[in-house]
């Protein structure tokens, strides 16, 4: 069982940068991949970036590459996400999410443990 918490989320301009964490519970962390996703009024859940478990591995959304950086610290089980040059369109809630190194990085569906999430507004 993991339990994983966001933070850092809030409102910023176009162009500002924000970084979230995920703080995780459990002794296991470190064999769980992890992964951050978003979702946008109206809009289904998507996937922004992922790390494997030893971080040595990272994935990443087309629409996010070269702006956004994923990393963890297992001694501190924790997860992040730096987010640079946001933009209008980055405005979403994101949550965290834990999963099986052994299964599809990209998917949702793929993650087993998620958080509650933390909004991140973008303004123009």
């Known amino acids: 069982q993991v339990q994983l918490v966001e933070s850092g989320g809030g409102s910023v301009q176009a162009g500002g940068s924000l970084r979230l964490s995920c703080a995780a519970s459990g002794r296991t962390f470190s064999t769980y991949a992890l992964g951050w996703f978003r979702q946008a009024p109206g809009k289904e859940r998507e996937f922004v970036a992922a790390i494997a478990r030893s971080g040595s591995t990272t994935y990443y959304a087309d629409s996010v590459k070269g702006r956004f950086t994923i990393s963890r610290d297992n001694a501190k089980n924790t997860l992040y996400l730096q987010m640079n040059s946001l933009k209008p369109e980055d405005t979403a809630v994101y949550y965290c999410?834990?999963?099986?190194?052994?299964?599809?990085?990209?998917?949702?569906?793929?993650?087993?443990?998620w958080g509650q999430g933390t909004q991140v507004t973008v303004s123009s």
């Open positions: 999410a834990a999963k099986s190194p052994y299964t599809e990085y990209t998917l949702a569906i793929s993650y087993i443990y």
